[in-house]
């Protein structure tokens, strides 16, 4: 009985050592980098709209900025679609009494980057800030 | 020469079966990079949760205007803020942001209060998925944030 050798081997199983470990790993780095990018991008729009809700003149005007801020803060980070929520909620009535807290929650879906059998999965990013209305200002 | 021919051989064939070897170091550095970057992604978001957490403080905290100073020394003269004021609001916006409950462990680690500004220093304990890993298994994130009084 012949027994066969191992020789030869070396590339096939160092490519498929290779394909079990780098691809898992490459899979979570890129949904890891979507989310991390995502969590960034919410975190400045709500940080950026709940200062520029504090510091407008009049509440129609705040909220206005306070979305308009959102927006573009989050297409900077190259969010385009409509899956991202701005919502704004206040200590008190009206939004912008002296000393009242605005609280600005900016949130959104986002993609994973997945291989097709593991199908579509979306994950909520959710980020929210809160400003002081200046007594002053 | 034979001799060198034997060397050569040998250790050739003493290489046979490595490559298990090589995957499990493989394996086991990938996995090091893997939880590594893990715990230095959720240490950055807690610091950047915290630094909009002490920005906003210190923002909150640049409205605790001394009126006493206004009526001692009238309106001519440059406000200052309250020290004991200024965390009263410091607190506030702490407890109002919710910080409490978004990180483990939060503190207010200092409110310095001169003339105009406040500087607000805030830490907490970041949620390590793979902190056993680490030397410190505790480790603590600070941050820090000026602001300053300019109305005239």
Known sequence: MKISTDEGNVIVEFIGVLVALVVPIT???????????????TEVASRAASRAFVISNTEINARKH?????????QDHGAFDNSVVTKISCSNSPCLSPSGYVTVTVQRQVSLALPAPFGSRKILV???STSVVDELG | MNWVKGLKLKSLRAEDGTILLFGIGLAVAGLMVLTASVNVAAMWSTRNYLDGIADGAALAGAQAVDANSIYVNGLESTLVLSDPLARIRVEQYVIESGARKQVSNFKVKSVRVTGRSIIVTVQAQPKLPFGYLLPESHP????AAKAINKVQ
């Open chain 1, 126 to 128: 959710k980020a929210s």
């Open chain 1, 27 to 41: 899979i979570i780095a890129s949904a890891s980098v979507s989310i991390s990018q995502a969590y960034l991008a």
């Open chain 2, 140 to 143: 603590l994130v600070v941050s």
């Open chain 1, 66 to 74: 306070a979305y308009a801020v959102s927006k573009v803060a989050m």
